[in-house]
């Protein structure tokens, strides 16, 4: 089945605990992206990786950091999470020929206290 | 003292009639819309996207409406069941790469 899997999909963590979110998926798409979203606020882009190895900053990427090492691997690291940080995040990939088909994961909702 | 979540805007619509859910956009230059569908604890799903050199498009059961002298878009749902029930937002291209302007969404209640 096509599909894209985070892990953890809830976690409950302590300001300035580093942590990993997994994110993979299966479809061999070349472009992945990180969201997160907020009540009232929409989602919002945090980093996106056109493909191996490159990586490019959202619209909210302060407090975030990414790699792409792997073509089916997009982890999203928080080195040092603040309350601020608490939201439902979600990553997503599409295949490079429909920019705007994004298949999204189901979601993990994190809470920093 | 309480306090009071954010709520969505709510459409309630019995099961078997037309649903219409609206969007409203603020850059008349932007040149792609699409609706995504988010079901409770799952993520956005593509339902249907649209360029400004259309005004109408249909897919499965939906239709898309754009509206560009108002800057207005409505994804309308044929014969609504209960499976439709979920958070419904547009999007639209923001300049020329490929970034999206979300929408908060719309909360569609679908009841028998």
């Known amino acids: 089945e096509a599909q894209v899997t985070q892990n953890p999909r809830y976690l409950i963590t302590v300001t300035g605990k580093k942590l990993t979110v997994t994110c993979s998926q299966n479809m061999n798409h070349e472009y992945m992206s990180w969201y997160r979203q907020d009540p009232g606020l929409g989602l919002r882009q945090i980093y996106y990786?056109?493909?191996?190895?490159?990586?490019d900053k959202g619209d909210v990427p302060e407090g975030y950091k990414v790699s792409r090492k792997e073509k089916r691997n997009f982890p999203l690291i928080l080195e040092s999470p603040s309350p601020n940080q608490t939201s439902l995040y979600f990553c997503?990939?599409?295949?490079?020929?429909?920019?705007?088909?994004?298949?999204f994961g189901p979601g993990t909702r994190l809470t920093v206290t | 003292g309480e306090s009071v979540g954010l709520h969505l805007p709510t459409l309630s619509v019995q099961e078997g009639d037309n649903s219409i859910i609206n969007c409203a956009y603020s850059n008349s230059a932007s040149d792609y819309f699409i609706w995504y569908k988010q079901e409770s604890g799952k993520g956005p799903q593509f339902i249907i996207d649209i360029r400004s050199n259309m005004d109408k498009r249909q897919g499965q059961r939906v239709t898309v409406l754009l509206n560009k002298t108002v800057k207005h878009l409505s994804l309308q749902i044929a014969a609504t069941q209960p499976g439709d029930s979920a958070v419904y937002f547009c999007a639209e291209r923001r300049g020329s790469g490929y970034a999206l302007n979300f929408g908060k969404g719309t909360s569609l209640l679908v009841t028998p």
């Open positions: 990786s056109m493909n191996v190895e490159v990586t």
């Open positions: 997503a990939s599409r295949e490079t020929g429909r920019p705007y088909e994004q298949y």
